[in-house]
C-alpha cells in the first residue's frame, strides 16, 4: 500500500513538471516601444508593450511619469493582439518614465518602468 502511494506521488509530480511552462508564467515584458532609455519625436508617442503571454487590457495600467514627478494616466487603446498593450500620448519635449503594470491571464501582476525622451 505505502509502494502504490509513493507511486502515484511520483507520477503525480512527474506530470506537474511536464505541463506547459506558460501555465506558470507570469507576463513578463519582451520589447516596448519607446525602448528604454530611447530618444522618440512628439509630439504624438507611440506606445507598445509585447509580453510572453496574454495580458487584461482592462486591469492593466499605465502611467506616464514626468521629469519634475508629475503623473498622467494613459488610456489604453482597443487591444487588438492579447499579449500587447497599445496607447497613443501627446507628450511635450523632456524626459518621461512610462510606468507600467499588466495583469496576466494567471492572475498575477507585474510591474516595470521606461524611461524615454521625447524630442
Known amino acids: 500500500m505505502q509502494m502504490k502511494r509513493i507511486s502515484v506521488a511520483v507520477l503525480v509530480g512527474c506530470a506537474a513538471m511536464l505541463l506547459p511552462r506558460i501555465a506558470f508564467a507570469h507576463a513578463h515584458l519582451l520589447s516596448s516601444t519607446p525602448a528604454a532609455s530611447a530618444t522618440v519625436h512628439g509630439p504624438d508617442v507611440a506606445i507598445e508593450l509585447r509580453f510572453n503571454s496574454r495580458v487584461d487590457g482592462r486591469h492593466s495600467v499605465l502611467t506616464l511619469v514626468t521629469a ?13 493582439a492579447e499579449n500587447n498593450l497599445k496607447a497613443h500620448a501627446a507628450l511635450k519635449p523632456g524626459s518621461y518614465t512610462l510606468r507600467w503594470q499588466a495583469l496576466s491571464t494567471d492572475g498575477h501582476i507585474t510591474r516595470g518602468e521606461i524611461p524615454f525622451t521625447v524630442r
Open 68 to 80: 519634475d514627478g508629475h503623473t498622467a494616466a494613459v488610456f489604453l487603446d482597443n487591444q487588438s
